[in-house]
């Protein structure tokens, strides 16, 4: 077996392998057999199975058709099919290659050696709330003090947690033990669950889950939370189900914030999009890269946010790359796993 085919099977129960197999959890969740999808697309259930299977193209429509007709349980919403047909295509052998090729291309050091790109990273020195800017990777390339602030960071003396590799990625950096955004963060483990399903979901994400950058980055989570109280793995098969139910009350992020003065409060924050820029970080390869910014969700988020705008380095664009060294390795384009994958391509 290569190792190739070895480790798609060690991330078959919580990772996506192609769009295929998400079909196939969507399906399975809601207990419809392959019988049923086949008899409502009009064709046998060896069809529907190859379709599972990655090897038989073109039933993904008359599929999230069925999914949708309110013939079998929890069917799914007009947003959730257009998520499925983009990911089918994007599951596709020659479309995922040749994203994954695409991503690898990238580097922390791009934010200070590509034009674009820099001129991205430095939009950061000029904004007073809390931002970073992000691949679609989730790599973190930069982010302003006012992002450390926000999560009670000081860089100076929290350098240890600026020095790991965890830290530059948007949802490691939650997830790992002794985490400072975890520990800032009021009942996280129940956030958490919510924020995984919008992250399955963002444009700026998921076409590129089947890539093997972002399934490593898949299993290190479920790896990472294996013996925290939140566990990644259950999170991820409801938003790749599509099956996360809030009960209709979506849930507040909630941060405990320490203002300048030594009192806590609980404030409500969230980060949003306030650009996205297509950049050229080799010829021919563009990738699209993140300028998100928090925005405070609550009278008391205001006042945190006022009190952060205070802080003497609210502007200082903190880099990556200057923690990535000895060799680099922070970006999962420099991971092992990824590294041996990627060669043998």
Not at 94 to 100: G, K, P, S, T, Y
Not at 115 to 128: G, K, S
Not at 228 to 235: E, K, N, V, Y
């Amino acid at each position: 077996m290569t190792h190739r085919a070895s480790q798609a099977d060690s991330l078959w129960n919580y990772d996506l392998v192609h769009g295929g197999h998400l079909y196939e959890r969507v399906r399975e969740h809601r207990r419809i057999s392959q019988e049923q999808i086949a008899g409502f697309c009009a064709v046998v259930k060896t069809a529907i199975s190859r379709f599972e299977s990655g090897d038989l193209p073109g039933r993904a429509a008359c599929y999230i058709e069925a999914l949708q007709s309110g013939k079998f349980l929890m069917p799914i919403s007009v947003d959730e099919g257009t998520i499925l047909l983009e990911l089918y295509e994007a599951g596709r052998a020659r479309e995922r290659q040749r994203r994954q090729e695409d991503l690898s291309c990238i580097r922390f050091s791009h934010a200070r050696t590509n034009p674009a790109l820099r001129e991205l990273t430095q939009q950061l020195a000029q904004i007073d709330e809390p931002a970073f800017v992000v691949d679609p990777t989730l790599c973190v390339h930069a982010l302003n003090g006012a992002s450390l602030r926000l999560f009670n960071i000081d860089p100076t003396r929290d350098v240890q947690h600026l020095c790991r590799p965890e830290l530059w990625n948007y949802f490691t950096c939650k997830l790992y033990d002794g985490s400072p955004f975890y520990a800032a963060h009021v009942e996280p483990n129940k956030y958490y669950r919510q924020a995984i399903t919008s992250l399955f979901r963002d444009p700026l994400v998921r076409p590129y889950w089947f890539t093997w950058q972002m399934r490593s980055l898949v299993a290190y989570l479920h790896e990472l939370t294996k013996s925290g109280g939140f566990r990644f793995a259950s999170a991820w098969y409801e938003a790749t189900s599509f099956s996360y139910n809030d009960g209709g009350e979506p849930v507040n992020r909630s941060i405990a914030y320490v203002f300048s003065d030594g009192r806590m409060q609980k404030i409500h924050a969230e980060a949003h999009q306030t650009s996205l820029e297509n950049i050229e970080i080799a010829p021919g390869v563009v990738i699209p890269f993140r300028l998100g910014t928090w925005k405070a969700e609550s009278t008391e988020a205001r006042e945190a946010f006022a009190d952060i705008a205070k802080y003497p380095h609210c502007r200082t664009v903190y880099y990556a790359a200057s923690y990535d060294t000895k060799p680099p390795s922070f970006h999962i384009n420099t991971w092992p796993a990824v590294q041996t994958v990627l060669g043998e391509e």
